[in-house]
């Protein structure tokens, strides 16, 4: 067994490497930059923390969430992996011990926010250390043509700047080929390898439902039918979630609401009795997401339709990682997206940006509408070919398990009419 094997295996617990991991590491240990899109469950993170583990010196992870940062930080500690983080979460003497741990040698893995990561102090504070890799996690957070564009992430550049001769691999579950290109120029990768796993969830089901006035009946049939099995129901706003989560209660069905207006304390008790199997439907908004490590959700409700298809297949892919079939429902209705389209109208400054979320909106109305394989249109968005009939969809499966109340058939609509 190699070396990169006994490292997987000693400290991840596995015998072998996900499609491109291995490469993704080699290409790395041999100093080239590299652009990996790899789908939820993918295995990214192992492709920065492997490499970490070979050799002195300290791998800079950017992270955009804290709650992600503790998570990472938590598991590699319990497997032995020097791992911290530093962010704006942490004390006074905690950023001290870091600081100086940093400085032993005994942080191998070093998470930070996009933030601290461009800050003159921090910078000046790692061209002091032995910097091996710098890995980009979320990239397309730097792309204005990404679904979840951070401005801060712009600045991530100054880093290929201050060391040039280290090599950083920009990571994402979700990027079509514009945000691709976008994130490699943005980050200055110098001639990067790239690679892109397939987009295609076989174990997943999607379908799309018309949206009743009152959708809750909707949902409460679907999860009363279910008998077992935990799941997320995504809904729009903070009051939809909550809303939705006392009125599934009242219903007989557990469930708790998980959105970025609750307190650290209350969003971590649910995320917890989520993930340890003792309530098993939470109702969120997208904040309930990155980070959401439970392998066996076996469905993913939108109570309310997503902006992009980016968003979507995110949010739908942390259904089933486990490998086991699991239900992707989507309630739509033509209303809701005008609904949108105004709100684009309203709340974004600049004719670029508007521009850009009427075409990622209407890629979403056009999944939700389509009479064609669904899979396949949502594979074709990230320029991924696939040949249909999938047989799991409600388009090609109508009559199977896919099926969670079919839309009728008609043409695709566009919004503008």
């Known amino acids: 067994m190699d070396r990169l094997h006994l490292l997987l295996q000693r400290y991840f617990g596995h015998s072998a490497f996900n499609p491109y991991q291995r490469e993704i590491i080699e290409d790395i240990l041999d100093g080239r930059d590299v652009l990996a899109v790899l789908a939820t469950g993918g295995g990214k993170s192992l492709c920065y923390q492997v490499p970490a583990l070979i050799g002195e010196g300290v791998t800079l992870v950017i992270s955009p969430l804290i709650a992600l940062m503790k998570d990472q930080v938590d598991d590699l500690q319990a497997r032995g992996v020097g791992a911290e983080a530093l962010n704006s979460s942490g004390s006074y003497t905690t950023t001290r ?54 401005p801060e992430y712009r600045s991530l550049a100054v880093l290929k700047e201050r060391f040039p001769g280290v090599p950083m691999v920009a990571l994402t579950a979700t990027a079509t080929p514009d945000v691709r290109e976008d994130i490699a120029r943005q980050l200055n990768l110098a001639d990067p390898s790239i690679y892109v796993g397939s987009f295609n969830r076989e174990n997943l089901r999607y379908a799309v439902v018309p949206k009743e006035e009152d959708a809750y009946n909707q949902v409460r049939v679907y ?70 490590d439970k392998p066996d959700v076996r469905f ?23 490998g086991k079939e699991s239900d992707c429902i989507l309630y739509y209705s033509d209303d809701e997206a005008r609904r949108l389209r105004s709100f684009i109208d309203r709340d974004l400054a600049s004719e670029f940006q508007r521009e850009v979320a009427r075409s990622k909106l209407q890629s979403m109305v056009d999944y939700c509408t389509t009479t064609e394989c669904r899979r396949t249109v949502l594979l074709e968005y990230f320029g991924e070919r696939f040949e249909a009939p999938c047989g799991g969809c409600d388009v090609c499966a109508p009559s199977g398990k896919a099926r969670a109340g079919r839309r009728k058939r008609g043409a695709t609509r566009s919004m503008s009419g």
């Not at 926010?113 to 061209?127: C, R």
């Not at 069905?253 to 439907?281: C, N, S």
Request: with cysteine; proline share 4%.
């Open 97 to 150: 011990r870091i600081r100086s741990e940093l400085r032993e040698g005994l942080i191998q893995i070093l998470y930070v926010s996009p933030e601290k990561a461009v800050g003159e102090d921090f910078i000046d504070l790692m061209a002091s250390l032995p910097v091996t890799l710098i890995a980009v996690d979320e990239a397309h957070c730097i792309s204005m043509w990404g679904h979840q564009f951070r």
């Open 300 to 322: 993913v409700v939108h109570y309310d339709m997503p902006k992009t298809l980016e968003a979507y297949y995110q949010e739908s892919g942390r259904a089933g990682r486990d």
């Open 223 to 292: 999860l009363q039918g279910r008998k077992t099995g935990s799941g997320i129901v995504y809904t729009a706003t903070r009051d939809g979630a909550e809303t939705l989560a006392a009125r599934l209660r009242a219903g007989g069905i557990p469930a708790l609401p998980y959105h970025a207006g609750m307190t650290a304390t209350a969003r971590g008790e649910t995320q917890d009795r989520f993930i340890g199997g003792k309530v098993p439907v939470v109702c969120a908004t997208s904040a309930f997401g990155m980070g959401i």
